[in-house]
């Protein structure tokens, strides 16, 4: 391996004016500069990331655990954060929880021993579910920087990135209202999490909210035991006179649509329907899906950006919570 002192020795300089060389010290004339990076370029030579680390106390590498890889909001975020990271001049570790608590601690555990110099997270449905956020608290406890994104915890201390979940379900619902729609049911299979239950509480003030609406709210629940297509089967059997549907994850809302038109609801005449999912699921459904855009590139930049700020940073702020806004996009299910 060709290392700085082989760099000096065949130029017949000192191993200090090499490295200064390679970082464009101004102590260090044109020429020799051109020189060092010829000969450095020439033996394919690369600098110890381990010494350099050492030495700046950086490794300039951020940690990045998501909940699912499969997830297309998650693989799109992710895909913006290694955008965002290179452009800063950041590399990324990688690490996937698989919804498990177990397997987001280790991710902490590996990470956290001066691999990287902070991370960015989005919590496991596991951890959510069993509200155990020690294992968080003590990486934060030991001065790593984190920035949590799309599922949170407030009690948590860290830079955050969230939508307004209750402020998108609730202008959704209220769009819903608008045209007229008097038995509108909202289904989730993220019920359990953060952003589920701010999107379920965002379509429950919005319906008590109107006076004219007289019918009882209708949550329908799907958890990973449940087969999607039966439970939406027995929505329409079981709720005969809906007329909207909101649908607040990434899927339900394409079966629900394809179930309708099996049954031959006149779309969007006779039944609206608005998911809460990204254009992935666009090229599956026709008409169009009204989708609840979330804006997932933006939300994975923000994060990368809150990260180098707080690194940055040579005191101690407040930490910040940045708000992506939403957008309702209305397309061929909606009036």
């Known amino acids: 391996m060709v290392t700085l002192k082989h760099l000096a020795e065949q130029l ?84 996937v929880s698989n919804e498990l608590l177990s397997k987001e601690e280790n991710s902490l555990q590996l990470l956290s021993n001066g691999s990287v110099d902070g991370f960015i997270m989005s919590i496991a449905e596991e951890t959510q579910k069993k509200n155990k956020t020690e294992h968080i608290s003590r990486v934060l406890d030991r001065g790593l920087p984190m920035v949590l994104f799309d599922r949170v915890c407030d009690d948590l201390e860290c830079d955050k990135v969230i939508i307004d979940d ?73 709720n005969k006179n809906v007329d909207g549907i909101l649908s607040v994850d990434n899927t339900s809302g394409v079966v629900a649509l394809h179930k309708a038109l099996k049954k031959g609801y006149s779309i969007p005449e006779k039944l609206s329907i608005i998911g809460f999912s990204d254009e992935n699921v666009l090229v599956f459904t026709e008409p169009k899906l009204s989708t609840i855009s979330q804006h997932t590139f933006d939300i994975g930049k923000a994060s990368v950006k809150l990260m180098i700020d707080r690194l940055n940073q040579k005191s101690k702020t407040e930490h910040v919570t940045t708000t992506i806004k939403t957008k309702l996009v209305l397309r061929g299910t909606t009036k």
């Open 166 to 238: 209750f402020g998108a379900a609730y202008e959704a619902t209220k769009h819903l209202l608008n045209e007229g729609r008097k038995h509108i049911v909202l289904i989730s299979d993220i019920e359990k999490l953060s952003v589920g239950k701010l999107r379920t509480n965002g379509y429950l003030k919005a319906l008590q909210e109107d006076a004219s609406y007289k019918q009882e709210p209708v949550v329908i629940s799907v958890t990973k035991a449940d087969d999607l297509e039966e439970v939406v089967d027995h929505l329409f059997d079981s």
């Open 12 to 95: 017949n300089v000192s191993v200090s004016t090499v490295s200064k060389a390679l970082n464009d010290s101004p102590e260090i004339g044109k020429d020799t500069i051109q020189r060092v990076k010829e000969l450095a370029k020439h033996l394919n030579y690369q600098p110890n990331k381990m010494a350099l680390s050492l030495k700046s106390n950086k490794t300039n590498t951020l940690g990045v655990i998501i909940p699912d890889v499969l997830n297309h909001f998650f693989a799109k975020a992710l895909y913006a954060i290694e955008m965002e990271a290179t452009k800063q001049g950041y590399n990324i570790i990688t690490c």
